[in-house]
């Protein structure tokens, strides 16, 4: 429920900031437009943000004759979580990662890089989905994918803003506030998406997940593989899309102070010392 209040909150937010900055570019004009445009995008981004997301990774969906093995995990996993199955997808990048997206249990897909099928064990690759089943268990899915399409939204309002901005004869911007909405809609828009998601969510999913694969320091494990494969491989698709960031299990952007503002990752070192006491203990704190 909580969830489902913030994903409104957010579209409010969103379609306000629309009506704001329309007014700004365009007047009366410039407001109606952009209302209309902010509906059309929460229209989208609820019942398809999740298509828009694995088209933007060019993910290809499995099933169990295409990948037998990797899927039997994954619907073993579901069934032990009590979850329908989800679509099953794969990313052809080397970068190990994998993210979950949907907007409610019954509509859900997990998708996973090759990377991440080469460079970690079965076991380790197990706790991943596992944590990305948490995810879904968790409903939290809803608003990191809606967040993500509604910041590329604003990226194409940015360029709106660019575009029609009166020009002199050199070419470049008369229009001072467009100017100043340029510079500042990207940072708005991680600040958005930082207010929208709490950090806290990935060690839900490190907990639940866990649960889900009974294996915590599998999971540990997986963690440190991923954040040592990912410093040094780029994501190519997460680097042309940095808004989407927040939706993997580790941080796939490698560098860039903008990119960086997207991160909504907890520390990759918390995480780990958090399941090897769960490891010790069977507790989670």
């Given at each position: ?95 190990p990662n994998a993210f979950a997206t949907g907007r409610n249990l019954n509509h859900t897909a997990v998708a996973a890089t090759t990377g991440i099928l080469r460079v970690l064990s079965e076991r380790e690759v197990r706790s991943v989905m596992a944590h ?154």
């Amino acid at each position: 429920m909580f969830n489902w209040f913030k994903t409104v909150l957010l579209m409010a937010a969103i379609t306000a900031l629309f009506i704001v900055i329309g007014g700004m570019i365009g007047g009366m004009i410039g407001m109606t437009i952009a209302l209309l445009f902010a509906l059309t995008i929460n229209f989208v981004s609820y019942w398809f943000s999740d298509q828009i997301v694995l088209k933007m990774y060019n993910a290809q969906e499995i099933d169990e004759t295409s990948a037998p093995q990797f899927y039997r995990m994954v619907r073993e996993l579901a069934m032990h979580a009590r979850l329908p199955m989800p679509r099953l997808y794969l990313i052809n990048e080397d970068q190990p990662n994998a993210f979950a997206t949907g907007r409610n249990l019954n509509h859900t897909a997990v998708a996973a890089t090759t990377g991440i099928l080469r460079v970690l064990s079965e076991r380790e690759v197990r706790s991943v989905m596992a944590h990305e089943l948490a995810h879904v268990k968790h409903r939290d899915i809803l608003i990191s994918t809606i967040s993500a399409t509604m910041a590329g939204a604003i990226s194409a309002l940015a360029n709106c803003a660019t575009f029609f901005s009166p020009r002199d004869d050199q070419g470049r911007p008369t229009n001072s506030i467009s100017g100043v909405v340029v510079a500042l809609l990207a940072v708005l828009a991680a600040g958005l998406i930082q207010m929208s998601i709490s950090r806290s969510r990935e060690f839900e999913a490190d907990r639940i997940g866990a649960k889900i694969s009974g294996d915590p320091q599998a999971l540990a494990s997986a963690l440190e593989k991923i954040q040592r494969y990912a410093a040094g491989i780029p994501f190519t698709a997460a680097q042309e899309y940095p808004a989407t960031a927040q939706m993997m299990i580790m941080n796939p952007l490698t560098a860039g102070a903008i990119q960086n503002l997207f991160s909504t990752h907890p520390s990759t070192e918390e995480r780990i010392a958090r399941l090897m006491v769960m490891t010790r203990t069977g507790r989670y704190n």
